[in-house]
């Protein structure tokens, strides 16, 4: 499959994750249901990483991308510690759109950090994005 494939099944759980994580946090405090969520997936990622026989690629990681993997997940954790306690007292439909101005956080320090390009139709796209995350906060 092409990163375009995995890029819309990875929008379309998310979506799904929005609408199912608001269900699962009611009356479930924020922190607690996060824990719970990481739990699952940390199974479910160690079963596919184990399907495939990768845990023996581990001692191959080097130190640097080491590193900064244990800062993703660090970013990531944060991130949904917010985005679950977000969802406990705001509406999906209004958490979800502010959510997604990750993806104008993600250009910029692209541009910055990883010196990628941004081009006036990319920047023209995440500008309407923007726009439609404000319009949905009224």
Excluded at 1 to 27: C, D, F, H, N, P
Excluded at 78 to 103: E, H, T
Excluded at 107 to 125: D, K, N, P, S
């Amino acid at each position: 499959m092409t990163w375009q494939v995995y890029a819309l099944l990875s929008a379309i759980a998310a979506g799904a994750t929005a609408v199912l994580a608001k269900i699962g946090v009611e009356g479930v405090p924020s922190n607690l249901a996060t824990a719970i969520r990481t739990v699952v997936i940390f199974l479910f990622v160690s079963a596919i990483v184990a399907a495939r026989g990768e845990q023996r690629l581990l001692v191959a990681v080097s130190p640097r991308a080491l590193l900064f993997l244990v800062l993703s997940g660090c970013a990531t954790g944060l991130s949904w510690l917010a985005y679950f306690r977000a969802l406990q007292i705001g509406p999906a439909s209004r958490v979800a759109p502010v959510d997604k101005l990750s993806l104008a956080v993600t250009l910029i320090l692209a541009a910055i950090v990883l010196g990628e390009r941004i081009t006036f139709r990319v920047a023209g796209g995440v500008a309407l994005m923007i726009l439609g995350a404000l319009l949905t906060l009224r």
